[in-house]
């Protein structure tokens, strides 16, 4: 339970993340009810729009940016790397993705880790303290991830990624259009780095990586095949919560720690000699 001190903007803010998280973005039901008329409740005073403020990415305007056209450069581009740093060197050098010039104040974060890990993990994007070092996960959200990694016996067996390279203004979410730019890219990582498993951390990355609209509550702890583009590579992939959203909910834990039990389960199953 919060403080009764707690001030009832931050918990509101925290109740909105919440539902921001598992995918909730809007409060609106298929037919209109009019519960003035029914006399239940007192007129709203629209607290409605503040969440879908807070959730909803900004639009994307046709042609603002060319994504189509980003995204063949990328794919262009990710498909001359033949190893993760010719990959690095062509992701800080393309300019096609507009984050680069929004939201980063200094590099692209691409990944940290071990290139010949079992396990991928690939959140959302990286957030202030990412994009001050260069790595990805390396800010309060990163640390409780490190912990649950250890704690599952899994530091030494991953590498960690996200679906956009460059900070997202104000650690927004990543639109659609930013994470089908960086898309070719993720995907030729996962190509050079052949991971066994994908662990996806949070809603935006769940979501983009397997083409899904359901929210991360609905997602999390089952087992989807993330598949390229072309359809000639498949990898199973996890959803699973985000840690910044444990930091947040910290009873929903638990459900990211049966989460991380299931996928260690199953790369341990095959790591063993048969
Ligand atoms: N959140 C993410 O999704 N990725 C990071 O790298 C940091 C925070």
């Excluded at 993990?121 to 309060?140: A, C």
């Excluded at 990355?205 to 095949?225: H, N, P, V």
């Amino acid at each position: 339970m919060p403080a009764a001190s707690e001030p009832a903007s931050r918990l509101s803010e925290s109740l909105l993340a919440f539902w921001a998280d598992a995918g909730v973005d809007a409060m609106l039901l298929d037919e209109p009810v009019d519960r003035i008329a029914a006399g239940k409740v007192a007129p709203p005073r629209a607290p409605e729009r503040k969440i879908a403020a807070a959730a909803a990415p900004p639009p994307v305007r046709p042609g603002q940016p060319d994504v189509s056209g980003a995204v063949a450069q990328a794919r262009a581009l990710a498909a001359e790397a033949d190893n993760l740093e010719a990959l690095v060197a062509a992701i800080a050098a393309f300019d096609g993705c507009p984050l680069k010039f929004e939201g980063a104040a200094s590099q692209a974060v691409v990944y940290r880790g071990d290139p010949k890990a079992p396990l991928m993990v690939i959140g959302e994007g990286p957030g202030q303290e990412e994009d001050r070092q260069g790595q990805p996960f390396v800010g309060r959200a990163g640390q409780l991830l490190d912990r649950m990694l250890a704690a599952a016996g899994l530091t030494d067996r991953v590498l960690i990624t996200n679906t956009v390279f460059w900070r997202p203004p104000g650690n927004r979410t990543p639109t659609p259009a930013e994470q089908a730019i960086c898309a070719p890219f993720v995907e030729r990582a996962i190509a050079l780095a052949k991971p066994k498993m994908l662990l996806l951390a949070g809603g935006a990355s769940a979501k983009a990586m397997l083409k899904k609209d359901e929210g991360i509550l609905s997602l999390r702890g089952r087992w989807f095949e993330w598949r390229s583009n072309d359809g000639s590579l498949g990898i199973p992939a996890l959803p699973t919560l985000h840690p910044a959203f444990l930091l947040r909910q910290p009873a929903a834990k638990k459900r990211a720690w049966a989460d991380l039990l299931i996928l260690t389960e199953r790369l341990d199953r095959q790591d063993r000699p048969a």
